[in-house]
C-alpha cells in the first residue's frame, strides 16, 4: 500500500433486514446505529436481524483490524452491508482540519505490505450463540502459529 490519504474498506452485503449492529468491546459487546458511520470495535463486528422471516445474521471475524461499520442499505436495491476498514493513510499525528501544504513533507499511515485474516461467520439466531470471541482467539492462534512457521522456514 502506497497510497496518501487514502482508506480501502472491504465490504460485505447481507440478505438481513431490519438490522441490529453489534461490535465486541473490551470485556463485552454494544450495540451501534446502523447508519454506515465508522465505529471501533476489537475483533467482530455482527449484524443481525430478519432473513425468511427468521432470526439470522452474519458477523465479520478479524485478526488485526479495528474499524468497522454497518450500512443500512437504500431502497433502490443496496442491502445492509458490513465493512471492515482495511487500510487508512492519514498523515500520521494530523489532527487539525486544513489543507496540507503541496510542498511539505509528510509520512502517512498503513504504508507498505498489510496482512489480516477474517472469517465470515453466517448465524441463526443473534450472535451470542455464534461464538464469536471464541472464533477470533481461534483466528489470532492460527496467526501466530502460521507466522511462527514462517519464521522457522
Known amino acids: 500500500w502506497r497510497e496518501p490519504v487514502h482508506l480501502l474498506k472491504l465490504c460485505f452485503p447481507t ?3 431490519h438490522p441490529v449492529a ?3 468491546i473490551p470485556f463485552g459487546a454494544i450495540a451501534q446505529p446502523v447508519d454506515g458511520r465508522e465505529n471501533a470495535g476489537q475483533s467482530w463486528v455482527d449484524v443481525t436481524g430478519a432473513v425468511g422471516g427468521r432470526t439470522a445474521g ?3 471475524v478479524n485478526n488485526a483490524k479495528h474499524g468497522y461499520d454497518v450500512s443500512p442499505g437504500t431502497p433502490d436495491g443496496d442491502t445492509v452491508s458490513i465493512g471492515i476498514t482495511a487500510v487508512r493513510s492519514p498523515v500520521f ?4 482540519p486544513r489543507e496540507l501544504d503541496p510542498d ?3 509520512t502517512y499511515q498503513d504504508q507498505g505490505a498489510q ?3 477474517y472469517l465470515l461467520v ?3 439466531e443473534d450472535w451470542r450463540g455464534a461464538g464469536l470471541s471464541r472464533r477470533a ?3 489470532a492462534a492460527l496467526w501466530v502459529s502460521s507466522e511462527r512457521w514462517a519464521d522457522a522456514s
Request: aromatic residues 20%; hydrophobic residues 40%; proline residues 4%.
Open 93 to 96: 499525528s494530523w489532527h487539525d
Open 15 to 17: 440478505a438481513v433486514t
Open 122 to 124: 453466517p448465524h441463526e
Open 137 to 139: 482467539a481461534e483466528l
Open 22 to 24: 453489534t461490535y465486541e
Open 115 to 117: 496482512s489480516f485474516r
Open 104 to 106: 511539505g513533507f509528510y
Open 58 to 60: 452474519l458477523a465479520v
